[in-house]
């Protein structure tokens, strides 16, 4: 194994600068607001503001599996944090979400809005709220909810581990992308047996747990993320296969992951949302379940 230059850490961490990286620009040892920003607010009760990266996809293929569903209200507004741009540490935002991190929702359905952060609690509530998505069988319940809450104890060794020392960091070693891909592997070992016993997560039905792992651990099986899916042969997962297919054919799916996103084929963006309208023709015709 290769051995990067030698480390000693001093007594008492400073920070002096950025650490390099693809997103030292916006890191920071302290949490708050740095500026002054109010949030838009558009027509409907739910407001969101995020980015579609998989924490954020999360919510708005929730939404519209909500609306595909015929829950009207679930109609939503989707603002777009630009993350990159520092726009999560806005007095707006931080207000919402005082951690600064994306996807934040703000419910002005009833007299006091209700903030809510974390996109595995933002699922919870849409799923309590809406009474869908989510097995009312306790034993079913509990077994979706397992797996929910795996997903947001797992997925940072994914994205924060793996996927910043393989794509994002300034420099290669071999010893964190070791370390980091054979927890990811181990990983998809896991979603790999539990797949081979049943057709979703939570068991035979879709639910809020699917919707929570499939866009970090599908879209790394189906090549959308780190560009590693050679690295990582995911090909051999068969069962996370079958299963990362099968969500991503789902109209309310592809829809979602198109919202706020801003990177890709243009045809693949929408940066706000705001009506099912917001989604053009040539899209909705591509979003039909006929085209699935």
Same mark, same amino acid.
């Given at each position: 194994?290769?051995?990067?230059?030698d480390?000693v850490?001093?007594?008492?961490?400073?920070?002096?600068?950025?650490n390099?990286?693809?997103?030292?620009?916006?890191?920071?040892?302290?949490?708050?607001a740095?500026?002054?920003? /109010?949030?838009?607010?558009g027509?409907? !009760?739910?407001?969101?503001?995020?980015?579609?990266? !998989?924490?954020?996809?999360?919510? =708005?293929?929730?939404?519209?599996?909500?609306?595909?569903?015929?829950?009207r209200?679930?109609?939503?507004? &989707?603002?777009?944090?630009?993350?990159s741009?520092?726009?999560?540490?806005?007095?707006?935002?931080?207000?919402?979400?005082?951690?600064?991190k994306?996807?934040?929702?703000?419910?002005?359905?009833?007299?006091v809005p209700?903030?809510?952060?974390?996109?595995?609690?933002?699922?919870?509530?849409?799923?309590?709220?809406?009474?869908?998505?989510?097995?009312?069988d306790?034993? &079913? +319940?509990?077994?979706?909810?397992?797996?929910l809450?795996?997903?947001?104890?797992?997925?940072?060794?994914?994205?924060?581990?793996f996927?910043?020392?393989y794509?994002?960091a300034?420099?290669?070693?071999?010893?964190?992308?070791?370390?980091?891909?054979?927890?990811?592997?181990?990983?998809? /070992?896991v979603?790999?047996?539990?797949?081979?016993?049943?057709?979703h997560?939570g068991?035979?039905d879709?639910?809020?747990?699917?919707?929570?792992?499939w866009?970090?651990?599908?879209?790394?099986?189906?090549?959308?993320?780190?560009?590693?899916a050679e690295?990582?042969?995911?090909q =051999?997962?068969?069962?996370?296969?079958?299963?990362?297919?099968?969500?991503?054919?789902?109209?309310?799916?592809?829809?979602?992951?198109?919202?706020? +996103?801003?990177?890709?084929p243009?045809?693949?963006q929408?940066?706000?949302?705001?009506?099912a309208?917001?989604? /053009?023709t +040539?899209?909705q015709?591509?979003?039909?379940?006929?085209?699935?």
């Amino acid at each position: 194994m290769t051995t990067p230059i030698d480390y000693v850490p001093p007594a008492v961490w400073t920070w002096n600068a950025p650490n390099g990286g693809q997103f030292a620009s916006i890191n920071r040892p302290t949490a708050g607001a740095t500026h002054d920003q /109010d949030l838009p607010v558009g027509q409907h !009760p739910l407001q969101l503001y995020s980015l579609a990266t !998989p924490n954020g996809v999360k919510v =708005t293929v929730m939404l519209e599996e909500l609306l595909a569903m015929g829950h009207r209200g679930a109609e939503y507004d &989707a603002w777009l944090i630009r993350i990159s741009e520092g726009d999560q540490f806005g007095s707006g935002f931080v207000a919402v979400n005082p951690n600064s991190k994306i996807p934040a929702l703000l419910d002005r359905s009833a007299a006091v809005p209700q903030r809510v952060f974390e996109s595995g609690n933002i699922l919870l509530y849409l799923a309590t709220k809406f009474n869908a998505l989510l097995p009312e069988d306790p034993a &079913a +319940r509990t077994e979706a909810l397992s797996w929910l809450f795996w997903q947001m104890g797992s997925a940072p060794y994914l994205g924060g581990g793996f996927g910043h020392f393989y794509a994002y960091a300034p420099a290669k070693f071999e010893y964190p992308i070791d370390r980091f891909t054979m927890e990811t592997k181990r990983q998809l /070992d896991v979603l790999d047996r539990r797949l081979a016993q049943c057709r979703h997560l939570g068991g035979d039905d879709y639910s809020i747990a699917d919707i929570a792992v499939w866009p970090w651990y599908g879209a790394l099986v189906l090549g959308h993320l780190y560009n590693a899916a050679e690295f990582l042969q995911v090909q =051999t997962y068969t069962n996370v296969q079958r299963w990362a297919q099968e969500i991503a054919a789902r109209p309310a799916v592809r829809r979602g992951r198109m919202v706020n +996103r801003n990177w890709g084929p243009a045809e693949e963006q929408l940066h706000e949302r705001h009506d099912a309208q917001d989604f /053009d023709t +040539r899209t909705q015709d591509k979003l039909s379940p006929a085209a699935g």
